[in-house]
């Protein structure tokens, strides 16, 4: 082992006491998460011979995750209350207790938690490694299996240069030279056109309509551009309309909402680091657990409480609305509707 990996030397410490490992990215995963879990489990499966298994709640929703779930053959189970007790010990990656976006039930401690996201408090497990200024926690994932000197197979290898890209928006979000170089070390090894088929899925015809519904309900205030989705069939589609949503020229902060299973969802994306956006979000929803992110990104649920109807759905999109823009300086009676309508 050439570079030093602290993972890796307590994976090799702890190989009996860690076995059988579940590994659970956060709920309803994303490419980095899924790209993260897949390396650990290589790691473990492979290189330390602890058995191991990938689990998470929720679904997988957006065609570019289903087609890289099934392209790279990543096997991965939907998590059930009883996963729990067949387990020796618990990795969460991508996510941290106590993160309103996993499943661990808090009265397991984790043993390993490897996270990008900014930590709320401190942890009690074995193993931490909490990095954000990371660009992906795919990054941290890759620098342990780089320090094995293992031969990286090739659908892992284009699982974590996709994780990289999508958490990044292809690299425009890097945060430093260290995901560049990770993503450059990996590429080689990664089957490209695998990767090409996983960028370019084929789309329901729900989904497409979604998106369009994205745009045709934009508002504007200032540089913020919002759009509320009404109901999603999956709630990852809500921060594919809000990185769609920033690119329209002039806007500096996109908001997104959708509803999902008694919950409406959000996410929030600023085209500068001029605030937080897990801060940002976190004051918007008045909580700290319901919301979280990494620098220009995040994201969050809040519950709808008791009968559900259009009023009080409604209700919760425009206080959460009018709270973002009152918090950015801004009036929420000047929002001009069906902005992006010609
Ligand atoms: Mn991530």
Redesign the pocket.
């Known amino acids: 082992m050439s570079k030093r990996s602290r993972l890796i030397s307590y994976m090799s410490r702890n190989r009996e006491r860690l076995s059988p490992l579940l590994i659970m990215p956060h709920d309803y995963p994303?490419p980095?998460?899924i790209a993260?879990a897949f390396a650990l489990r290589f790691l473990a499966s492979e290189v330390f011979g602890i058995r191991s298994t990938i689990a998470h709640g929720g679904v997988v929703g957006r065609p570019e995750n289903r087609a890289m779930v099934d392209a790279l053959r990543i096997r991965m189970q939907t998590l059930t209350p009883g996963h729990f007790n067949r387990f020796a010990s618990f990795a969460l990656l991508?996510t941290q207790p106590g993160f309103g976006n996993n499943s661990l039930p808090a009265r397991y401690t984790p043993s390993i938690i490897i996270?990008?996201?900014e930590a709320l408090g401190s942890h009690d497990a074995d193993f931490v490694h909490i990095d954000n200024t990371a660009g992906?926690?795919?990054v941290l994932l890759a620098q342990a299996l780089l320090a094995t000197e293992e031969p990286i197979p090739s659908k892992l290898a284009t699982a974590l240069v996709y994780?990289i890209l999508s958490?990044t928006l292809n690299l425009s979000r890097a945060g430093s030279k260290t995901d560049i170089d990770t993503y450059l070390t990996l590429l080689p090894h990664a089957d490209v056109r695998a990767l090409a088929r996983i960028q370019h899925p084929r789309r329901t015809r729900e989904s497409l309509a979604t998106l369009g519904r994205g745009i045709h309900n934009a508002s504007i205030v200032d540089k913020t551009i919002v759009s509320h989705l009404g109901s999603v069939e999956n709630p990852d589609v809500i921060s594919q309309v809000a990185d769609m949503l920033l690119s329209c020229e002039g806007m500096r902060v996109a908001f997104t909402t959708g509803r999902y299973k008694k919950r409406l969802h959000l996410s929030l994306r600023l085209a500068t680091r001029f605030r937080s956006a897990a801060k940002l979000l976190r004051h918007v929803v008045e909580d700290q657990q319901s919301a979280g992110g990494?620098g220009r990104i995040a994201g969050g649920a809040v519950p709808l409480d008791g009968r559900v109807t259009g009023v009080r759905w409604r209700h919760l999109e425009t206080t959460l609305t009018n709270r973002l823009v009152r918090s950015l300086g801004g009036d929420p009676k000047r929002f001009r509707q069906g902005a992006l309508r010609q």
Do not use: E, I, K, Y
């Open positions: 994303d980095d998460a993260s991508d996270d990008q996201h992906a926690t795919s994780g958490d990494h």
